[in-house]
């Protein structure tokens, strides 16, 4: 200990000291282990001074996320077997997946100090990430919170966190995982897991995997997909090779969320919801006391406040019905010979307004 500041735990020699030079001198081995061809890692690992080994391990935890360092960081392990370095072996071990090199020096450090038994299983195991997802799907608890239980501690470091999720984001796992965590904290998954590339493949195995009727309403994971690629129908690449069930759901899912929007949470939107498929949109009147409900060669307006009745109108109506404002829609309407209409009377209004929509879509031609 000096002026510079407290000795860094990984350093061999003591002469390594937190600070931005300590950061630099490993940064510049690491550059040159890095650029070595494979055939020759282990000759220049071989030739590093007790200095630059040390400064290979200090510099090593930000960088268990790349393979190459891995391999450069097991040789190391294999020749010098560096001692005091249990943790650094028990997260790369981690991290490669159960890597042999790593596999003693992190059984030891696991067996040595009071660990968490899920420490003391994944260390025997051939493949420790896949085994802790084992351990995690067992479990009802999200992600956050048994990470950090006492018998897992597997909270840090970020990189064993983003690999496990990684994992988790996989087809076997993906809908439970979505189910337990849901679609906000596994967007912020999508972002903290994968470059932008892979978020794409993320994305498309997204709306593969996950079934329609398990998209809710505000999921966050759609809606970032939207944004991202735009409607199916485009022309954007995204949505080239998806089933046209899966394009279908998309569509469906927006209308659902425009009418919810538009008209809340209530019987009215669940009413419209088996009609998905035929409704082409949904859009408010100008006044905004009504919903104008789309199909294909007629329209619904329905109003927000109850009391008034349904009507469902030809498509030619559309345009002048839809500049008229608060005080003069309803008498509007009334005033137009409409196709057909329904009353919100009862507590099973619904059967005899689905008979009424129906028969209008069959005289349609909707169905």
């Not at 072996?89 to 030891?108: I, Q």
């Not at 087809?171 to 904290?185: D, F, K, Q, S, Y």
Request: net charge neutral; hydrophobic share 40%; aromatic share 10%.
């Amino acid at each position: 200990m000096d002026a510079l500041g407290e000795l860094h735990p990984y350093t061999a020699s003591g002469s390594i000291y937190r600070s931005a030079r300590s950061d630099s001198d490993a940064e510049a081995v690491w550059t040159r282990l890095l650029r070595c061809p494979p055939d020759e890692l282990g000759d220049a690992i071989a030739s590093l001074s007790a200095h630059e080994t040390s400064l290979v391990l200090y510099g090593a935890r930000v960088r268990l996320a790349d393979p190459n360092a891995l391999t450069a960081l097991g040789i190391v392990f294999e020749s010098r077997t560096p001692p005091d370095h249990g943790l650094l072996a028990w997260e790369a071990f981690l991290a490669s997946d159960g890597a042999a090199a790593f596999r003693e020096h992190a059984r030891r450090y696991v067996f040595g100090r009071a660990s968490s038994r899920a420490w003391r299983v994944l260390v025997g195991s051939k493949q420790p990430l896949l085994e802790a997802s084992r351990l995690y799907l067992n479990q009802a608890t999200p992600f956050a919170a048994w990470a950090s239980q006492q018998e897992i501690q597997l909270e840090k470091p970020t990189v064993l966190v983003r690999q496990l999720q990684r994992l988790l984001l996989e087809p076997a796992t993906l809908r439970e995982v979505v189910a337990r965590e849901g679609t906000t904290c596994i967007e912020a998954w999508i972002d903290g897991c994968f470059v932008e590339s892979e978020r794409v493949l993320c994305f498309r195995r997204y709306l593969v995997e996950i079934p329609a009727k398990g998209w809710p309403r505000d999921d966050q994971v759609i809606r970032r997909i939207l944004d991202r690629f735009d409607l199916p129908g485009r022309a954007r690449p995204f949505w080239d090779g998806f089933p046209v069930a899966i394009i279908n759901a998309v569509n469906n899912w927006l209308k659902d969320r425009s009418l919810t929007d538009l008209l809340g949470e209530g019987d009215r939107v669940q009413f419209w919801r088996e009609f998905l498929p035929w409704i082409v949109s949904c859009e408010s009147s100008k006044g905004e006391e009504a919903v104008f409900i789309r199909f294909k060669e007629w329209f619904a307006v329905q109003f927000k406040v109850m009391g008034r009745a349904t009507y469902m109108l030809d498509r030619t109506h559309w345009t002048s019905l839809r500049r008229l404002d608060a005080s003069s829609l309803y008498t509007g309407i009334l005033a137009k010979r409409s196709i057909g209409r329904y009353e919100h009377r009862g507590y099973y209004w619904q059967e005899s307004a689905r008979l009424e929509v129906l028969r209008v879509m069959r005289g349609e031609g909707d169905t």
